[in-house]
């Protein structure tokens, strides 16, 4: 029973990054613990992305990697997990001959289950109950900045998005449970906290007092607890940015100064095409709220270029939604057409104008990000740091905006927060040195 190696690639966003832990956490009791590497492993969990083509390429070639792996070790087994797993169910185990378990993001509480029948399996429903309820609590110490799954799900079908597919509809888990992990996390030493939903702001939770909570009502709630410095939440829709939300940003000082507000295009007709129930002018008038409420406010965004449909004139509304709000960072993506999704069958742009586009886009949204790194050179501000950084003595955290830093700090305990003033801005990291306190 005891002794047993586990090893887990995550692939795909921070959820899957919360789910993992959990598996792990649930996989502790059946004496799994967790190694660095395939090589010695009794048990491997691949936790999987579908969102775009690649992604799920990636996890057949990961595999196939895997499979001599398993040739050489009976006792070896392999699970498929996340949003992969919930696509595709039987046919990863068609497919893919060393695999043992196909196991969807609904269903992970009974992993140590299916691990003690034996033999391969796929557990793809989504089942009444709450995964959350049955996951033992973990004990381990905490990292700094810490997440925290309180909303799953997608009920908004955008026409290129498997998500409403692999997580299932919307749920919010109850204001008190989220509350009393967040107490466990700080307790543990998290100092920051990031509220991880698909659809994130349109958390509704069942509250102790019977009433429907808000994330704002959260929000505010969260911030009561002593010890947690800052919280963040992630991924929201312009659709659900509810007024509550945005007064939150300017009265809620443990509310960090940066958002991640998804648009995908800046033309009118891509976004009634994507099916994102918004126009361009809507997230420009939301951007100018939250900027009202908060007027240092970060923002960042997702980007498709070369949705079906796409045309030039469309692409430079994109580039002038760019430049007309200035965002901090972005991710930008080629449109990748998902099976199953109403956007697969429509005709596609060609490829290499799809990526002279995102080329295009991706030279703006750089400059932009250099800009907003650069800006705060000679600035003083709160780091919450993390981890050792590279050189002696170093230590690497994030700022409110959540650039990361690195700084001379030797002696200083992770989850420190101390004031920095910014001396230089990298590619990837801004320089600084500790202020006296
Ligand atoms: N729930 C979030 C994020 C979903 S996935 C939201 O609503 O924004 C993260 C990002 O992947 C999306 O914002 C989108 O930009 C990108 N994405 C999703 N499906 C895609 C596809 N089929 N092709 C390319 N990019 C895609
Ligand atoms: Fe996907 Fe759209 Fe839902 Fe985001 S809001 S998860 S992009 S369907
Ligand atoms: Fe990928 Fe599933 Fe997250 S498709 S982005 S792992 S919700």
Wanted: charged share 25%.
């Amino acid at each position: 029973m005891a002794g047993r190696k586990l090893f887990i690639k995550t692939y795909g966003c921070q959820m899957n990054v919360y789910d993992s832990e959990r598996m792990a956490e649930a996989l502790a009791p059946e004496g799994y613990t967790p190694v660095e590497t395939p090589d010695e492993a009794d048990l491997i969990l691949l936790n999987t992305c579908h969102i775009r083509e690649k992604a799920a390429e990636k996890v057949y070639s990961d595999i196939g990697r895997l499979r001599p792996l398993k040739a050489g070790r009976p006792g070896l087994r392999i699970a498929v997990t996340g949003c992969v797993a919930q696509a595709e169910g039987e046919e990863i185990l068609r497919r893919a001959p060393a695999v043992d378990l196909v196991v969807g993001p609904q269903s992970y509480h009974r992993l140590p289950a299916l691990l003690r029948e034996g033999g391969r399996a796929v557990a793809t429903d989504f089942p009444a109950e709450d995964k959350f309820d049955h996951l033992p609590r973990s004990r381990a110490r905490s990292a700094p900045a810490a997440f925290l799954t309180v909303q799953e799900g997608c009920d908004k079908f955008c026409a290129f998005c498997v998500v409403p597919y692999t997580r299932g509809a919307e749920t919010s888990r109850p204001a008190d449970r989220v509350l009393r992990e967040a107490q466990d996390l700080v307790a543990r030493g998290a100092r920051e906290i990031t509220l991880l939903g698909q659809n994130v702001n349109a958390y509704h939770g069942a509250g102790s007092d019977g009433a429907d909570w808000s994330l704002a009502r959260l929000i505010r709630a969260l911030a009561r607890i002593d010890g947690l410095a800052r919280i963040r939440y992630t991924t929201s829709h312009p659709c659900d940015m509810a007024d509550d939300l945005i007064a939150a940003h300017g009265e809620v000082d443990r509310l960090m100064p940066y958002l991640h507000l998804p648009v995908q295009s800046g033309s009118d007709r891509i976004l009634r095409a994507m099916n994102r129930r918004h126009t361009a002018a809507d997230y420009l008038r939301l951007v100018e709220r939250l900027r009202a409420a908060r007027p240092d406010l970060m923002l960042s965004s997702d980007f498709i270029v070369g949705f079906p449909g796409e045309t030039e004139a469309d692409f430079e509304a994109t580039l002038a939604l760019v430049e007309a709000v200035g965002f901090g960072m972005a991710f930008s993506f080629r449109y990748s057409p998902r099976p199953g999704t109403p956007a697969f069958e429509r005709p596609e742009v060609p490829q290499e104008v799809a990526d002279d586009r995102l080329q295009r886009l991706q030279a703006l949204l750089t400059r932009q990000q250099r800009a907003a790194q650069a800006a705060m050179v000679g600035r003083e501000l709160e780091v919450l740091f993390e981890k050792p950084g590279r050189l002696p003595g170093q230590m690497a955290g994030k700022t409110g905006y959540l650039h990361a830093v690195h700084a001379q700090a030797p002696g200083l305990a992770p989850g420190a927060i101390r004031r920095v003033r910014i001396t230089a801005a990298g590619p990837n990291s801004l320089a600084g040195e500790l202020v006296a306190a």
